[in-house]
Structure formats: C-alpha cells, structure tokens
C-alpha cells in the first residue's frame, strides 16, 4: 500500500533551468487558439462585450516553448496546413528557441480551437483539428527522437494518421534511450472509445510520467483510487490547479504518496498552464541527478518548479497571432 506523506507549503526556490545537456522532443499538435473571454454569461440572439484573442495553441506546441524557455534543447515535431497561419504559428514558436519540425498537409487548413472561457475561469473548447492529425509515421525520422525525453499530450495517440505517429515516435524514442512522458490532456477525447480502450491506450504507451488532472485520472480509472495510477505509470502527477499537485512515485520497490502545496495564482484564463506545468516539471526534474528524481524532496522541487512556469504563463499567456 502507498504511504501518505504530509502535507506541506513549499518555500520558493532558486530558478531551475534544464542543463544544457537535456534534449527534448514534444510530439502534436500546434493550432490556432481563437480565445473568447466575455464579461458576462452570453445571452441567446444578442451580443455581450468581450475579448477575442488570436494566440499559438496546441498542448505540444506550448509545452515545447516551456521546455525551450527553462534551457531544454527541444524539437517540436508537429503538422501544419500548406497555408500563411501554418507559417505564422510556426514561426512564433521557433522564436522561443524551438526547433520545428512541421509536415505541412496538403488539402488541409492548418487546426483551430475555439476556446470560450467562463466567468468562473472553467473553458470549453470547440475543435477543428484539421492538419494537426495530419502527422503520419513516415513523416518521422529515427535521429530527431534522440534525446533525454519524448514528451505526448494524449491527444497524439488519438486521430488518424497522427496516433499511428504518436506510437511510432514512442518506439523510436524508446529505443534512443528516451524517457516518454504522457498526459491524458482531456478527457472527452481519451474516453472516446470507452474506459477499457482509453486504458489500454495509455498502457501501451507505457510513459515513464504520466501527468493528469484529478478529473482526468478519475474518468480513466472509473473512480477516486488514484493508487490505481500507479499500474499506469511509476510516476504520476496529478494536478490539483490552485492546490498544487498530488505525486504518486516508486523509488526502488517502495511505492509512495504525497502532496505539494503550492501558492496559488488567480487568472481569468487558464488555457495553456496545465501544458507550462509539464514543461517545468520535466525540466527540473531532468536536472536532477538519477538518484534524486523519485525521492521526495526532488519531486517537491520539480512541483514548485512546474507551478511557478504555470504562474508565468498565466502572468503571461502569449502575445496576439501576427498573420
């Protein structure tokens, strides 16, 4: 049985960069985000004041700008329509120090979410994934999957050709030595096919991280025992938003608990930290030393390093799309 460490307040630490000698590649997608944040609940046959931005989206394409910006070497291995918002997205998150590795799709416009955000900061989002499921196996090549970590939103395994994509670039890794880290990302999507199809996905892809939000981890598994992550995954962390996150860890043949609290941070618009939290908890904990990356105290940093991403993000979510 796992065993419950207490709960704590996390100090702030010294800002964590990944060494310059961790490669990572984030595999899917990179959309435009159409994010609409009216001030009022919209009424039927009439309009409410607002705001509408144009951002780069896509949980892989914003993750990878993460990774690159806390020091990571990081490849985004994505697809694109031939069109100028493909280039323009592109183009924004190669600025961050992205390599880009897009297959742009003939016949198909490059994706598009419609992110409507509630007055409670809750989103729903409308897809129009186009191009971004576009990503087929033969468009991947062993040597760009040479790296620490091979890092998938769930949305990668899922979709056609793109699942086939997100396997194959798991095989590749794994056989460069690579680490696979997954999140569940929504769970709509993930339970499609049903609980059973959605697990086995998940087995199969075999993520030494799985990352996931409590909802998230309880739709998969059909209930609240999140001990039953850990026949998914030797590291679990599961988010809690204002709350910090819940770690779920094997070091050796000891299997344990705990959760970290950390500062929370009020934001009208959420979109995009789940996907900074990713990118700085990898980072930091790929900084560590092998022997520390399952204790405790390593994975309390890697926490406190993930939440303060997330909280410069949504300090910060991005400037609007230059088309």
Not at 143 to 149: G, K, L, P, R, S
Not at 192 to 217: I, K, N, Y
Not at 223 to 244: C, H, Q, T, Y
Request: glycine share 10%; net charge positive; with cysteine.
């Amino acid at each position: 049985m796992p065993r419950s460490l207490s709960r704590r307040i996390v100090p702030p630490s010294p800002r964590i960069h990944a060494a310059p000698r961790v490669r990572a590649v984030v595999l899917g997608d990179l959309v435009l985000d159409a994010v609409i944040l009216p001030i009022r609940t919209p009424e039927p046959a009439t309009d409410v004041p607002g705001r509408v931005a144009l951002r780069q989206g896509g949980s892989a394409a914003t993750t990878a700008r993460w990774l690159a910006r806390l020091g990571a070497r990081t490849t985004l291995v994505c697809s694109v329509g031939r069109d100028p918002l493909g280039r323009a997205l592109v183009d924004v998150v190669a600025a961050d120090g992205v390599r880009v590795r897009a297959t742009r799709v003939a016949g198909a416009r490059t994706g598009r979410i419609g992110v409507i955000v509630g007055s409670d900061g809750e989103r729903s989002f409308v897809a129009d994934r186009g191009a971004a499921d576009g990503l087929a196996p033969a468009d991947l090549t062993a040597a760009t999957f040479e790296a620490d970590v091979l890092h998938l939103p769930a949305y990668s395994l899922l979709g056609e050709p793109l699942g086939r994509a997100g396997a194959h670039g798991i095989e590749l890794a794994r056989r460069a030595g690579a680490r696979v880290s997954l999140d569940l990302a929504s769970m709509r999507p993930l339970l499609a096919r049903g609980q059973r199809a959605a697990t086995t996905l998940v087995r199969d892809a075999a993520p030494d991280v799985l990352f996931a939000t409590r909802a998230e981890s309880q739709a998969l598994l059909g209930g609240p025992w999140l001990s039953d992550m850990f026949e998914l995954a030797p590291l679990v962390v599961i988010k809690e938003g204002r709350n910090g996150a819940s770690v779920l860890a094997q070091d050796g043949g000891s299997r344990f608990t705990f959760e970290v609290a950390t500062r929370s941070v009020a934001a009208p618009d959420t979109t995009g930290a789940g996907d900074a939290f990713d990118a700085g908890f990898l980072a930091a904990w790929l900084h560590m030393p092998e022997a520390e990356r399952n204790r405790p105290a390593g994975l309390r940093r890697a926490v406190v390093a993930a939440n303060r991403a997330a909280a410069r993000h949504l300090a910060n979510p991005g400037k609007e799309l230059s088309l």
